[in-house]
């Protein structure tokens, strides 16, 4: 449509934006591909598909991907090389504090100019996000719920502002249908089901544990309710901001 009603009005060419070029990297010597043998202490690499595919919906070109060990040095030469290919490097795990934790120190030694580290939200922490020149760099955590609902609160907005989009279209609110705790120092994003109804959008959180480990609670979630934080719940029937999935 948008291709028609530019012809209708005689525009013969079109100012458009290149997709923007997203490095992926996972770090962990834990990780395993799917279809390899699990070994002793493994867990499969679900976050480098996961997303990958978050990037490919966001409209972003996936330029690498790439397991990392947690070595000083091969996170170093991971991140710079992602850094030299791409507009923006996501990478996932190693960023909180540890003996393994060494994204950080690899970024602020390759140049990236940390803006910030840590934010009030559970799940999710531990993120981090600098730029180099003109690239965004973006640390999030490994465990797999916090690194989608981080991707989707801070990278989506980001890959969708470089392409001229509205990172806001996103944002909208619901009335939660039951009462969801609040937590008493760290906004929560609540993984919900929407239904319309006459007075517009109902949010359900989805059944089951909603731990960050817990992967499952992103199947069948159509928003991230976003709970203010404090004391006591948030209310059946308090409307509330949803990020839509």
Known sequence: AALGVAASVGRESLSCTRRPRVALLMTGDELTEPGEPLPPGGIYSSNGYALAGQIARAGA?????????????ATRAAIGAALDAADVVVVSGGVS???????????????????????????GK?????????????????????????FQLFVRPALAALQGADPATTRTTAVLDQPVARNSRREQAVRVRLAADEHGWRATP?????????LTSMLGADALALIASGEGAAAAGERVEVELL
């Not at 070109?61 to 040095?73: G, I, K, M, Q």
């Not at 730029?131 to 719920?145: C, I, K, S, Y």
């Not at 989805?206 to 817990?214: D, I, L, N």
């Open 61 to 73: 070109a996936l330029a690498l991907r790439e397991r990392v060990p947690d070595r000083t040095d």
């Open 97 to 123: 504090v540890g003996p393994h934790a060494h994204v950080k120190d690899a970024l602020a030694e390759l140049g990236a100019k940390r803006s910030f580290w840590g934010v009030s939200l559970r799940p």
């Open 126 to 150: 531990p993120v981090w996000f600098g730029t180099r020149g003109d690239t965004l760099a973006f640390g999030l955590p490994g465990n797999p719920v916090s690194a989608m609902v981080t």
């Open 206 to 214: 989805t059944k089951g544990a909603q731990g960050s480990h817990v």
